[in-house]
């Protein structure tokens, strides 16, 4: 654990939330049956706008992680509401409550920097951040894709990865820089963990060269 995250627990360990990702399941949830059934512009007070936070509407910095995936499927709905559970949960199982509400925190921040960089947000890079995590914390745990094909999460990261870095390297200036800051907290969490192997496999890869 890096030094930073270890006094942190220390001392405000206490203040993690026990949970989390099933409140954020079920507030979603909660959301969609409304914007769907009783209150359709429930969204638009809801969501993350830089024009809403200008103008005072400071509580959109917290209710945006309840927007809800936007379909009108219910199965196509509980199943991201599935996956946004299992893996806050597992990541809370591996890390704590402190270190996982930490951790969603800092990318809630990154949201709201992204969206006053560029006007609007996705929740979208919040998703990434967890799944990324996830797949480093657990690469070889197998899922069946479209239930039938059996595959390592290691891999499913190196795709959505792949897809990031051709958005990234599509997108303009600004974009790029919301882009970064969407994944803050897995470059903060993982960043000097993942530099670190890389600099190790290179002495390595030389080692091997040099007796060749």
């Given at each position: 654990?890096?030094?930073?995250?270890?006094?942190?627990?220390?001392?405000?360990?206490?203040?993690?939330?026990?949970?989390?990702a099933k409140y954020l399941a079920i507030g979603q949830l909660v959301v969609?049956?409304?914007?769907?059934?009783?209150?359709?512009?429930?969204?638009?007070?809801?969501?993350?706008?830089?024009?809403?936070?200008?103008?005072?509407?400071?509580?959109?910095?917290?209710?945006?992680?309840?927007?809800?995936?936007?379909?009108?499927?219910?199965?196509?709905?509980?199943?991201?509401?599935?996956?946004?559970?299992?893996?806050?949960?597992?990541?809370?199982?591996?890390?704590?409550?402190?270190?996982?509400?930490?951790?969603?925190?800092?990318?809630?921040?990154?949201?709201?920097?992204?969206?006053?960089?560029?006007?609007?947000?996705?929740?979208?890079?919040?998703?990434?951040?967890?799944?990324?995590?996830?797949?480093?914390?657990?690469?070889?745990?197998?899922?069946?894709?479209?239930?039938?094909?059996?595959?390592?999460?290691?891999?499913?990261?190196?795709?959505?990865?792949?897809?990031?870095?051709?958005?990234?390297?599509?997108?303009?200036?600004?974009?790029?820089?919301?882009?970064?800051?969407?994944?803050?907290?897995?470059?903060?969490?993982?960043?000097?963990?993942?530099?670190?192997?890389?600099?190790?496999?290179?002495?390595?890869?030389?080692?091997?060269?040099?007796?060749?």
């Amino acid at each position: 654990m890096n030094n930073w995250l270890y006094k942190m627990e220390r001392r405000f360990g206490r203040y993690g939330i026990p949970d989390l990702a099933k409140y954020l399941a079920i507030g979603q949830l909660v959301v969609w049956v409304i914007v769907m059934f009783f209150y359709g512009d429930l969204l638009n007070w809801i969501s993350l706008s830089r024009s809403g936070l200008l103008h005072g509407q400071i509580w959109r910095i917290v209710t945006f992680v309840l927007v809800p995936p936007l379909t009108i499927n219910p199965l196509y709905l509980l199943l991201e509401l599935y996956f946004l559970y299992f893996v806050g949960s597992s990541l809370e199982n591996s890390w704590g409550s402190f270190r996982f509400t930490l951790y969603y925190l800092i990318g809630m921040a990154g949201a709201v920097l992204s969206c006053l960089l560029l006007g609007t947000y996705a929740s979208g890079a919040l998703l990434y951040s967890l799944f990324f995590a996830f797949a480093c914390l657990y690469p070889d745990v197998q899922v069946l894709l479209l239930f039938i094909l059996p595959i390592k999460v290691k891999w499913l990261g190196v795709a959505a990865l792949v897809l990031y870095l051709m958005d990234f390297l599509r997108a303009g200036l600004w974009y790029k820089g919301a882009m970064l800051l969407g994944l803050v907290n897995f470059f903060l969490f993982f960043g000097p963990t993942l530099w670190q192997n890389y600099q190790n496999r290179k002495r390595r890869e030389a080692w091997k060269n040099q007796w060749r």
